[in-house]
C-alpha cells in the first residue's frame, strides 16, 4: 500500500486510485477531488466551479463517471477511483485519449481530464444501453448522433469551446 497522509479526523478509508491502493484517515465531511488533490497528491481530477456545475472534477468511481467535488471520500471506502491518467494502461493512451489529441479536443487543457473521463463513462453508459433524454422513446436503444453525444457531455463546460472536438472524439472513439 502506497503510503499517505494520515489526517487523524476520522476514520481510515482503503480506496485504489489509479490502480494503486492507498489507506487513509479523512475527515468525513472531505469531498473525493480534496482527498486526490491535497492528501493523495494526485493532481489529474481539476478543481474548477467546487459546486457540481463544470465538470472539471469529474472521475470513474467503479467505472461510473462521478462529480468528484460533490462526493464524500468516505463514500468510497473500497472503491476503485479512476483519473484520467488512470486510464492508459502500459504506456498505450486509453482510446478516448487518443481520440482527443487526434480531434484536437482540448485548448488550454483544464477541463480535459474531466472531459475525458466523462467521455470514458459515456462509451461505457452507451455500451450498456443506458438511455438520455435525447433516447428515442420509439427505439428505445440510444443512437450515436451528435445531439446523443452532447447530452451526455453536458456536464462538463469548455470555455474554450472544444466542443466540436470533444465531440468527435467520442464519436471516433467508440
Partial sequence: MAAS????????IAVRVDGTEHEVAVDPRRTLLDLLREQLGEPVAKKGCDHGQCG???VLVGGRRV??????????????????AGLARDGELHPIQQAFLDNDAFQCGYCTPGQICSAAGLLA???AGAPSHVTSPVSGAP?????????????????CGAYAGIVAAVRESR
Avoid: H, K, Y
Avoid at 497522509?5 to 481510515?12: H, L, Q, R, S, V
Avoid at 451528435?146 to 470555455?159: F, H, K, P, Y
Fill in 5 to 12: 497522509e494520515d489526517t487523524g479526523a476520522g476514520p481510515a
Fill in 56 to 58: 472539471a472534477c469529474t
Fill in 67 to 84: 462529480l468528484s467535488c460533490l462526493t464524500l471520500a468516505v463514500t468510497c471506502d473500497g472503491a476503485d477511483v479512476t483519473t484520467a
Fill in 125 to 127: 453508459e452507451f455500451a
Fill in 143 to 159: 443512437q450515436w448522433s451528435d445531439e446523443e453525444i452532447a447530452e451526455r457531455m453536458s456536464g462538463n463546460l469548455c470555455r
